[in-house]
């Protein structure tokens, strides 16, 4: 027999790597050849988006991934090239499909842009044609008839197009030649066999592909020469289709296939086997030979391939065969949880950003397709945040209102991601803010005001108070600094006075205090933070100085000068409690420091006299006998109420006489003056009597003028002490010091003669005066003491 071969030729191109790009809403394809080399250029985006080479570095762009975790390409930004950054295996992508595809995503950043990136993957020719079997046996009956045909599994290769297989050739023999078509593969009896003559025969098939260089495989087919089987079994269908769900359980039965032969016994036995399948099928499916029953052995994923082509083969025991497809359909289900992916962030927020800005860029994808791919994205907490949908999958995490660092510094916020599934599914992604501070809160003070409590004579540069503000701004915009407001105290300034720690708010006194200088007085501290601007606060210390007895009572009368000569007359008709004189005395410190007492340390004649424990006034203890002693000398010690007590002394003469004259010492002083003086006084005395005079009859015309207008004393309780007798520094305060100015004291002498009367008034007070009351006269003893003065005047 002559064999003939018959070759299937295909048109054959050669492959170069063509780059293309293609811009329109925002998406880019470009086309090249797997297995480039890392590093090789694809193509510049830079220039294809009409971008300057520096944007890219400026806005921050990257490539991000769709659907896989591998990386094949990536971006120089600094060049805008479009690189290959890991290997690319198309057969390893996209199996035998002929389109193969990655789509990349180009994002920019400020303001926010995506591009979508369409990778075509090439194929070459760098695998060779491959058959699944070394051997393939085949048993053909002796009696089998010219044109009989007998199937042979094609060759595969796991390029596509023209790379593929393109053409068979069959090593030339006697018997059998090649007859292939588009979707058959087939030996043919050229020439009857003879058994007898040949039991075995060997053909060599070869398989070529169209690339370039031309790649081959080889099989060979050995042929056995039997007696008559001459049926082969034959499917109930050519194609099964089955569906089946992901991740389904181990040893689902996905479809079942059945073949039948004509033949009986050992040529009609059939049984089952997968043809020429790829590594992931054997790996996932089994199939049994005796049933026919298609299993799952391993985890099916949706993700990872959606369709399944399945060659079976039905075999009797004779070795005829024939071919089926089982096309399995991979259904999805809800078994990958949204991934939330983080892909820019503003990780220091000022308090003052405005609600609406955009701190974070968030990514979220889902594996899974249709409705389980649908995702809803949210902020759980009740945080000043929100998600803003934006390009596709990507979400603004924007601010909803003011932010106040002093009341929240940091925020977790937990972003949740659900898909649509049933049951739905979800994660979260927790992203960390902080918020950033700004000067925007005044120093406020612990207390409105302070008081400060000190005693005089204080020693400089002890501590009076102390003062402290709060502000809860954040470092620099929270440290504080004390100072005092520029013053003036007592005509003084106030840093003349106080000083304050800045960084304590410790006040100090800078000199001692005197309480009779000033008691009190008010400054105004400052506290300022180190913010820019700065911001500052006042608060008023009030300073208190508290008395302490640090001054001696100090006599106005008698007059403690030694030089002078003060005489008081007691008349010998003089009955016991009469008052004779008074010592008045005052003090300059204030509250009991001040509180005077009185008391008689010696004496001339010890019982004849006694002195006002508080009130300062000389009474007769008794009636005054003619063996008194007529010089009676008192000394009197005066004694304040502070701790511990201060005291002053003065001397009280007294003459016990009804007439100068009568004292020998006063009688030639006053007898040469009066004869000396006489006619001078007779003058005086007659121009004061027409003065009063006049000056009584201008009083009468004012009484009358004024006789509607309410009555009044025509002489008030002036104090009957000279303003000699006062100290320059003197002031009679209300409430503090001993002397008062409604304290009335009357003594009624004759001018101009030694022989001059002493009247005798009855006392204001009694012999101790409560601290809280004054001696005051009563509207008769202002008329007697009228009369009286009249009755003087006219003498």
């Known amino acids: 027999m002559m064999g003939s071969k018959i070759t299937l030729v295909r048109i054959c191109g050669f492959y170069t790597v063509m780059i293309w790009v293609h811009i329109a809403y925002g998406d880019m394809s470009y086309s090249f050849s797997e297995e480039m080399k890392r590093g090789s250029v694809i193509g510049n985006i830079a220039k294809d988006l009409v971008l300057k080479t520096g944007a890219l570095s400026t806005r921050r762009a990257r490539i991000d991934i769709d659907g896989t975790d591998k990386r094949y390409c990536d971006i120089n930004v600094n060049t805008g090239e479009l690189i290959v950054a890991d290997r690319i295996d198309r057969e390893g992508l996209c199996g035998e499909r002929a389109s193969c595809i990655l789509k990349q995503e180009l994002v920019l950043e400020n303001p926010l842009e995506l591009h979508r990136i369409s990778l075509h993957?090439?194929?070459?020719?760098?695998?060779?044609?491959?058959?699944?079997?070394?051997?393939?046996?085949?048993?053909?009956?002796?009696?089998?008839d010219r044109g009989a045909r007998f199937a042979i599994e094609e060759a595969h290769d796991a390029d596509v197009g023209q790379n593929s297989v393109q053409q068979y050739s069959l090593e030339k023999n006697d018997n059998f030649i090649l007859a292939a078509n588009k979707n058959t593969l087939e030996i043919v009896l050229d020439k009857e066999l003879d058994r007898e003559k040949q039991k075995e025969i060997n053909l060599l098939l070869t398989a070529l592909d169209g690339g370039s260089p031309q790649r081959s495989g080889t099989v060979v087919i050995h042929v056995t020469v039997l007696d008559a089987n001459d049926n082969v079994p034959v499917f109930s269908q050519g194609i099964y289709e089955a569906s089946l769900s992901e991740n389904s359980p181990f040893n689902t039965v996905v479809v079942t296939v059945s073949a039948s032969d004509a033949d009986e016994g050992i040529n009609g036995d059939v049984t089952y086997e997968f043809g020429h399948v790829s590594e992931e099928v054997i790996q996932l499916f089994s199939i049994d030979s005796k049933l026919g029953e298609i299993k799952v052995i391993g985890a099916v994923d949706y993700e990872t391939t959606k369709l399944f082509e399945i060659r079976v083969k039905a075999k009797d025991g004779l070795g005829l065969s024939s071919y089926a497809k089982a096309i399995i359909s991979i259904t999805d289900v809800n078994d990958n949880a949204p991934i939330v992916s983080l892909k820019s962030l503003t990780s220091l927020v000022p308090e003052n950003i405005s609600p609406g800005t955009e701190v974070g860029i968030i990514n979220v994808q889902d594996r899974d397709s249709e409705n389980n791919r649908q995702v809803r994205c949210f902020i759980q907490q009740n945080v000043p945040f929100k998600l803003v949908p934006s390009i596709k999958n990507y979400y603004s995490l924007v601010t909803t209102g003011q932010l106040d660092r002093e009341l929240v510094s940091d925020y977790n916020i937990t972003i949740t991601?659900?898909?649509?599934?049933?049951?739905?599914?979800?994660?979260?992604?927790?992203?960390?803010?902080?918020?950033?501070?700004?000067?925007?809160?005044?120093?406020?003070?612990e207390e409105q005001s302070y008081s400060a409590y000190v005693t005089e004579n204080n020693k400089?540069?002890?501590?009076?108070?102390?003062?402290?503000?709060?502000?809860?701004?954040?470092?620099?915009?929270?440290?504080?600094?004390?100072?005092?407001?520029?013053?003036?105290?007592?005509?003084?300034?106030?840093?003349?006075?106080?000083?304050?720690?800045?960084?304590?708010?410790?006040?100090?006194?800078?000199?001692?205090?005197?309480?009779?200088?000033?008691?009190?007085?008010?400054?105004?501290?400052?506290?300022?933070?180190?913010?820019?601007?700065?911001?500052?606060?006042?608060?008023?210390?009030?300073?208190?100085?508290?008395?302490?007895?640090?001054?001696?009572?100090?006599?106005?009368?008698?007059?403690p000068e030694g030089s002078s000569f003060m005489t008081e007359l007691v008349p010998k008709a003089a009955h016991g409690g009469s008052l004779v004189s008074k010592v008045i005395a005052v003090d300059a410190d204030s509250g009991q420091s001040a509180w005077l007492s009185y008391h008689i340390v010696k004496s001339t004649d010890p019982g004849l006299f006694s002195i006002g424990l508080?009130?300062?006034?000389?009474?007769?203890?008794?009636?005054?006998s003619e063996s008194d002693n007529m010089k009676q000398n008192l000394i009197v010690a005066v004694k304040d109420n502070g701790q511990p007590s201060l005291s002053a002394t003065c001397s009280m003469y007294l003459l016990i006489s009804d007439n100068l004259a009568e004292v020998p010492e006063l009688k030639d002083i006053f007898h040469d003056e009066t004869s000396s003086k006489l006619t001078s006084y007779l003058i005086i005395a007659l121009v004061s009597v027409s003065t009063f005079f006049l000056t009584f009859i201008i009083i009468i015309l004012g009484v009358r003028f004024c006789r509607r207008r309410k009555p009044r004393l025509l002489f008030d309780g002036a104090v009957a002490i000279p303003s000699a007798y006062l100290p320059p520094n003197y002031a009679d305060v209300d409430g503090t010091g001993t002397l008062r100015s409604t304290y009335n004291y009357d003594a009624y002498l004759t001018t101009g003669s030694r022989t001059s009367d002493f009247k005798f008034v009855s006392s204001y007070n009694d012999n101790t005066l409560p601290a809280d009351q004054t001696l005051k006269k009563s509207p008769t003893d202002f008329a007697d003491a009228f009369g009286q003065l009249e009755a003087c005047t006219e003498v």
């Open 121 to 144: 993957i090439q194929d070459i020719n760098d695998n060779s044609p491959k058959f699944k079997e070394e051997i393939i046996n085949l048993e053909i009956h002796e009696l089998a």
């Open 417 to 445: 991601a659900t898909d649509e599934g049933s049951p739905p599914l979800s994660s979260s992604k927790t992203v960390q803010l902080s918020v950033a501070d700004i000067n925007d809160n005044p120093p406020v003070f």
């Open 460 to 559: 400089p540069g002890s501590t009076l108070c102390s003062v402290t503000a709060r502000d809860p701004d954040w470092r620099q915009n929270g440290t504080l600094i004390y100072s005092l407001l520029p013053g003036e105290v007592n005509g003084s300034p106030v840093s003349s006075y106080l000083s304050v720690n800045g960084d304590t708010g410790v006040i100090h006194a800078v000199k001692s205090f005197d309480y009779e200088q000033f008691r009190s007085f008010k400054v105004q501290v400052m506290a300022r933070d180190n913010g820019s601007p700065p911001l500052s606060s006042n608060v008023t210390v009030n300073v208190f100085i508290s008395d302490v007895n640090d001054n001696s009572p100090q006599i106005l009368y008698p007059t």
């Open 614 to 624: 508080h009130s300062g006034e000389i009474r007769t203890q008794r009636d005054i």
